[in-house]
């Protein structure tokens, strides 16, 4: 979720969590991040997020963000453990990165690493160890945003290279979105309506629960809600948002 | 807390949180770092965690751990922010650190830091950058436990020199705590026995709730219990934790 306003995520994540075991079979670990100014809190836990009490919290507290990234997991590389949890973090120029995957990537792990070594086994934080490591040897200092954005996309790209590779990816201010083979989006603005979730009985009036000024794009492999024309990414394409806008 | 085996610490937990704005003036912040094997869970807020929907539920949820870190803020440098709230978290060789201080460092800002990079703007957390970034220049490979702590003493005992410094610090597998001014533990061991709270009207009967074989440290400013007998570290003293013994 990219924002222009702090927003929570709870309908949202209400409708994605329960793919975490009830409506998919993503039951093998559940990680959300919420960014606050340059802080951000991450909860995470290796189990299914849709019998989580955790997760229920999330689920009814609402934090408000302007990046929120979440991820539900299917382990395929590294065991079902809190180490190999989605999203992963890192310190970068002051920032914190965050980074969750979807996919497969061969052969990642014979990638020499400088300056981030990854915790867990996943090919997944290897990778996005990888990404930062050759970000920070290329720009020891940060760069023009627009200048990051054209490195970020020939990493992204290389990495998709290797096998299957949806990534979101945050510095806390933009959100990167890359398609391998899933990912859809929708941006919400006034005239703001209603939504139904697909996996849950649940719907929201907008309306009630924004001001017109308010910009909210919430990004997801499928489609989180039934009623609602949701864009679909192009395989080998990244989106970059920025307070909720694609730029 | 440091322990030989998977312990909850929701008894400590629960006296030392209303230290957090009702029975201590700790009120800017509280933070809770759970070790499992090579990952961690982090539970951050920027207000005080008395009065913490979220703090409640880590008092009443038992979440197992060999190592548990918490904090509870009292702002001095740095504004009451979720980037500035404790125990700060970076990787070193692949490893979770988790760096928690009680204190103020003068002039610790114009140290010159390569690696890490202060995310917030606390002297805590540039302290935890400047500690890592000397170990890691010293050593790019991990040392012996024997020379890491010999290390850390060194620099511990540099950040002292600053000003005040109480400090916990972990990489998931030791557990160091530096008295600059006041720090207490306690190691406890069968026959295990009644403890009461402090800051809150609450017993435990230890022998319920363990077995004969574990070992289980807490270390806290001030002790948590009135009914056993806590160990005062000296100033300018660093114990070192392993499986909940002193080593």
Not at 220 to 237: D, F, M, Q, R, Y
């Amino acid at each position: 979720m990219s924002a222009n306003v702090p927003t929570d995520v709870c309908f949202s994540f209400s409708g994605l969590i329960r793919r975490g075991g009830v409506t998919g079979p993503h039951k093998d670990g559940w990680g959300i991040v919420f960014y606050e100014g340059k802080g951000c809190r991450t909860f995470l836990e290796p189990k299914a997020g849709a019998y989580s009490e955790i997760a229920r919290l999330v689920q009814e507290y609402p934090i408000k963000s302007k990046i929120v990234v979440a991820h539900i997991r299917r382990a395929n590389v590294g065991v079902v453990a809190l180490e190999n949890t989605h999203p992963f973090t890192r310190e970068l120029w002051g920032e914190n990165w965050t980074f969750a995957h979807n996919g497969r990537l061969i052969g990642i792990k014979k990638r020499k690493l400088n300056y981030y070594r990854p915790i867990g086994t996943t090919d997944s934080e290897y990778a996005f160890c990888w990404v930062l490591d050759s970000v920070r040897r290329r720009f020891p200092l940060k760069p023009s945003g627009k200048v990051l954005i054209l490195l970020i996309k020939k990493l992204l790209t290389e990495l998709n290279e290797l096998g299957i590779s949806n990534v979101l990816l945050s510095d806390g201010t933009r959100l990167y979105a890359y398609c391998s083979t899933s990912l859809s989006w929708i941006t919400r603005k006034a005239p703001f309506g209603k939504a139904t979730l697909i996996d849950k009985d649940l719907q929201v009036d907008f309306q009630k629960v924004t001001s017109t000024k308010d910009v909210v794009t919430v990004i997801a492999t499928k489609p989180l809600t039934a009623n609602e024309h949701w864009e679909v990414i192009s395989p080998g394409e990244l989106k970059v948002f920025l307070d909720g806008q694609l730029i």
